[in-house]
Protein backbone atom coordinates (compact mmCIF):
# COMPACT_ATOMS: atom_id res chain seq x y z
CA UNK A 1 0.00 0.00 0.00
CA UNK A 2 1.37 2.99 -1.43
CA UNK A 3 1.28 5.65 1.01
CA UNK A 4 0.62 10.19 0.32
CA UNK A 5 2.91 11.55 -2.55
CA UNK A 6 3.65 14.86 -3.57
CA UNK A 7 5.20 16.26 -6.31
CA UNK A 8 7.46 17.91 -6.92
CA UNK A 9 9.47 17.86 -3.62
CA UNK A 10 11.23 21.69 -4.32
CA UNK A 11 9.69 24.29 -5.95
CA UNK A 12 11.41 28.11 -6.93
CA UNK A 13 9.33 30.70 -8.32
CA UNK A 14 8.92 34.20 -8.52
CA UNK A 15 6.62 36.55 -7.26
CA UNK A 16 3.23 37.05 -9.55
CA UNK A 17 3.79 33.50 -10.91
CA UNK A 18 1.48 30.48 -10.65
CA UNK A 19 2.24 27.49 -9.35
CA UNK A 20 0.61 23.74 -9.21
CA UNK A 21 1.61 21.13 -6.59
CA UNK A 22 -0.09 17.63 -6.96
CA UNK A 23 -0.78 14.98 -4.79
CA UNK A 24 -1.47 11.28 -4.94
CA UNK A 25 -3.66 10.26 -1.97
CA UNK A 26 -3.23 6.68 -0.14
CA UNK A 27 -4.73 3.82 -1.57
CA UNK A 28 -8.74 4.19 -1.41
CA UNK A 29 -8.51 7.33 0.64
CA UNK A 30 -11.50 9.99 -0.60
CA UNK A 31 -10.32 12.90 1.35
CA UNK A 32 -7.51 14.72 0.95
CA UNK A 33 -6.46 17.99 2.54
CA UNK A 34 -4.13 20.97 2.12
CA UNK A 35 -1.81 22.83 4.66
CA UNK A 36 0.80 25.48 4.63
CA UNK A 37 3.30 25.22 7.38
CA UNK A 38 5.66 28.39 7.35
CA UNK A 39 8.86 27.88 8.87
CA UNK A 40 8.96 27.30 12.68
CA UNK A 41 5.05 27.23 12.81
CA UNK A 42 2.69 24.69 12.52
CA UNK A 43 0.92 24.11 9.45
CA UNK A 44 -2.54 25.97 8.68
CA UNK A 45 -5.38 24.75 6.85
CA UNK A 46 -6.04 25.70 3.33
CA UNK A 47 -8.93 23.58 2.07
CA UNK A 48 -9.96 20.10 2.21
CA UNK A 49 -11.75 17.79 -0.84
CA UNK A 50 -14.19 14.54 -0.60
CA UNK A 51 -14.90 13.04 -3.63
CA UNK A 52 -14.04 16.12 -5.88
CA UNK A 53 -15.91 19.05 -3.96
CA UNK A 54 -14.38 21.14 -1.69
CA UNK A 55 -16.04 20.53 1.71
CA UNK A 56 -14.12 22.94 4.21
CA UNK A 57 -11.99 25.75 3.60
CA UNK A 58 -9.58 27.79 5.94
CA UNK A 59 -8.68 31.74 5.79
CA UNK A 60 -6.93 31.93 2.99
CA UNK A 61 -7.60 33.94 -0.36
CA UNK A 62 -9.45 32.73 -3.44
CA UNK A 63 -6.00 32.64 -5.28
CA UNK A 64 -5.22 29.79 -3.31
CA UNK A 65 -7.39 27.09 -4.87
CA UNK A 66 -7.67 22.94 -5.96
CA UNK A 67 -9.20 20.05 -7.62
CA UNK A 68 -9.68 16.87 -6.52
CA UNK A 69 -10.25 13.87 -9.19
CA UNK A 70 -11.79 11.48 -9.40
CA UNK A 71 -9.29 9.06 -8.57
CA UNK A 72 -8.59 10.88 -5.70
CA UNK A 73 -5.81 12.69 -6.28
CA UNK A 74 -5.65 16.49 -5.91
CA UNK A 75 -3.91 19.62 -7.24
CA UNK A 76 -2.99 23.12 -5.36
CA UNK A 77 -3.10 25.84 -7.40
CA UNK A 78 -1.66 29.13 -6.64
CA UNK A 79 -2.12 32.39 -8.80
CA UNK A 80 -0.54 35.73 -8.06
CA UNK A 81 2.63 34.58 -6.02
CA UNK A 82 3.59 36.29 -3.11
CA UNK A 83 6.67 36.54 -0.94
CA UNK A 84 4.49 35.18 2.07
CA UNK A 85 3.96 32.14 0.17
CA UNK A 86 7.00 30.58 0.41
CA UNK A 87 6.77 27.84 2.76
CA UNK A 88 6.19 23.88 2.80
CA UNK A 89 2.80 22.80 1.52
CA UNK A 90 1.69 19.56 3.12
CA UNK A 91 -1.14 17.21 1.62
CA UNK A 92 -3.18 14.83 3.76
CA UNK A 93 -5.14 12.56 3.18
CA UNK A 94 -7.85 10.20 5.01
CA UNK A 95 -10.25 7.09 4.43
CA UNK A 96 -12.97 9.22 5.84
CA UNK A 97 -13.61 12.18 7.97
CA UNK A 98 -13.56 9.89 11.11
CA UNK A 99 -10.09 8.90 10.40
CA UNK A 100 -6.43 10.35 11.22
CA UNK A 101 -5.41 12.21 8.22
CA UNK A 102 -1.67 11.11 6.81
CA UNK A 103 0.70 12.72 5.55
CA UNK A 104 3.31 13.25 2.45
CA UNK A 105 6.51 14.50 2.73
CA UNK A 106 5.41 18.14 1.15
CA UNK A 107 6.30 20.77 -1.30
CA UNK A 108 9.11 22.96 -0.22
CA UNK A 109 7.99 26.24 -2.02
CA UNK A 110 10.35 29.50 -2.35
CA UNK A 111 9.06 32.37 -4.01
CA UNK A 112 12.39 34.71 -4.87
CA UNK B 1 -13.18 28.64 17.13
CA UNK B 2 -10.11 26.11 18.26
CA UNK B 3 -7.47 26.50 19.72
CA UNK B 4 -4.46 24.48 20.73
CA UNK B 5 -1.28 25.67 23.22
CA UNK B 6 2.16 23.98 23.21
CA UNK B 7 3.67 26.31 25.59
CA UNK B 8 6.91 23.85 25.53
CA UNK B 9 8.96 25.70 22.48
CA UNK B 10 11.95 22.86 23.24
CA UNK B 11 12.65 19.81 25.18
CA UNK B 12 15.55 18.01 26.83
CA UNK B 13 15.68 14.43 27.37
CA UNK B 14 18.14 11.61 28.40
CA UNK B 15 18.15 8.51 26.34
CA UNK B 16 15.96 6.08 27.34
CA UNK B 17 13.63 8.17 30.14
CA UNK B 18 11.04 9.23 29.95
CA UNK B 19 9.42 12.99 28.78
CA UNK B 20 5.78 14.56 28.99
CA UNK B 21 5.12 17.19 25.97
CA UNK B 22 2.08 19.58 27.00
CA UNK B 23 -0.99 20.40 25.31
CA UNK B 24 -4.16 22.56 26.28
CA UNK B 25 -6.54 22.78 23.94
CA UNK B 26 -9.56 25.61 23.80
CA UNK B 27 -13.32 24.47 21.79
CA UNK B 28 -16.78 24.86 22.80
CA UNK B 29 -17.21 21.74 21.04
CA UNK B 30 -18.94 18.62 23.17
CA UNK B 31 -17.47 16.37 20.37
CA UNK B 32 -13.98 16.04 19.26
CA UNK B 33 -10.76 14.24 18.26
CA UNK B 34 -6.91 15.24 19.80
CA UNK B 35 -3.99 14.04 17.65
CA UNK B 36 -0.08 14.30 18.19
CA UNK B 37 1.92 14.16 15.19
CA UNK B 38 5.94 13.93 14.85
CA UNK B 39 7.69 16.29 12.12
CA UNK B 40 11.26 15.30 11.63
CA UNK B 41 13.45 17.64 9.78
CA UNK B 42 13.05 16.14 6.50
CA UNK B 43 9.63 17.55 6.60
CA UNK B 44 7.04 14.55 6.56
CA UNK B 45 4.25 14.64 9.04
CA UNK B 46 4.04 11.19 10.93
CA UNK B 47 1.08 10.66 13.07
CA UNK B 48 1.19 8.97 16.33
CA UNK B 49 -1.81 8.68 18.38
CA UNK B 50 -5.63 9.78 18.48
CA UNK B 51 -7.90 10.58 21.15
CA UNK B 52 -12.03 10.89 21.46
CA UNK B 53 -13.46 13.51 23.18
CA UNK B 54 -15.62 10.62 24.59
CA UNK B 55 -13.18 8.15 24.90
CA UNK B 56 -12.98 7.10 28.91
CA UNK B 57 -9.56 5.67 28.30
CA UNK B 58 -6.11 7.24 27.71
CA UNK B 59 -4.76 6.25 24.07
CA UNK B 60 -1.60 4.10 23.67
CA UNK B 61 0.36 3.35 20.42
CA UNK B 62 3.79 1.44 21.38
CA UNK B 63 5.91 3.63 23.45
CA UNK B 64 3.15 6.87 23.12
CA UNK B 65 0.79 7.27 25.55
CA UNK B 66 -1.89 10.20 25.69
CA UNK B 67 -2.42 11.44 29.21
CA UNK B 68 -6.30 13.03 28.00
CA UNK B 69 -7.85 15.56 31.48
CA UNK B 70 -11.00 16.52 29.56
CA UNK B 71 -11.81 18.70 32.54
CA UNK B 72 -8.49 20.61 31.94
CA UNK B 73 -8.52 20.50 28.75
CA UNK B 74 -5.28 19.13 28.39
CA UNK B 75 -3.80 16.49 26.02
CA UNK B 76 -0.39 15.81 26.89
CA UNK B 77 1.78 12.97 25.36
CA UNK B 78 4.12 10.47 27.01
CA UNK B 79 6.99 8.72 24.86
CA UNK B 80 8.25 6.48 27.27
CA UNK B 81 11.97 4.89 27.16
CA UNK B 82 13.56 7.68 24.79
CA UNK B 83 15.13 6.60 21.73
CA UNK B 84 17.81 9.12 19.47
CA UNK B 85 15.53 9.12 17.23
CA UNK B 86 12.49 10.46 18.81
CA UNK B 87 14.35 13.68 18.46
CA UNK B 88 11.82 15.53 16.07
CA UNK B 89 9.18 18.58 16.25
CA UNK B 90 5.94 17.33 17.67
CA UNK B 91 2.45 18.66 17.17
CA UNK B 92 -0.56 18.22 19.09
CA UNK B 93 -3.88 18.85 17.01
CA UNK B 94 -7.71 18.75 17.16
CA UNK B 95 -10.07 17.98 14.42
CA UNK B 96 -13.90 19.49 15.34
CA UNK B 97 -17.24 17.33 15.16
CA UNK B 98 -18.72 15.22 12.73
CA UNK B 99 -20.71 17.51 10.82
CA UNK B 100 -19.63 20.21 11.84
CA UNK B 101 -17.65 23.01 9.77
CA UNK B 102 -14.11 22.21 10.96
CA UNK B 103 -14.78 18.35 11.26
CA UNK B 104 -11.95 18.06 8.32
CA UNK B 105 -9.70 20.83 9.23
CA UNK B 106 -6.74 20.07 11.62
CA UNK B 107 -6.22 22.76 13.80
CA UNK B 108 -2.14 22.43 15.00
CA UNK B 109 -0.21 23.96 17.77
CA UNK B 110 3.25 25.69 17.47
CA UNK B 111 5.17 22.46 17.91
CA UNK B 112 7.39 21.43 20.39
CA UNK B 113 10.97 20.20 19.37
CA UNK B 114 12.26 17.39 21.42
CA UNK B 115 16.11 16.45 21.30
CA UNK B 116 16.83 13.52 22.97
CA UNK B 117 20.75 13.16 24.20
CA UNK B 118 23.10 9.80 24.40
Known amino acids: ETGVTQSPTHLIKTRGQQVTLRCSSQSGHNTVSWYQQALGQGPQFIFQYYREEENGRGNFPPRFSGLQFPNYSSELNVNALELDDSALYLCASSLDGNQPQHFGDGTRLSIL | ?118
Open chain 2, 1 to 118: AQKITQTQPGMFVQEKEAVTLDCTYDTSDQSYGLFWYKQPSSGEMIFLIYQGSYDEQNATEGRYSLNFQKARKSANLVISASQLGDSAMYFCAMRGPAGGTSYGKLTFGQGTILTVHP
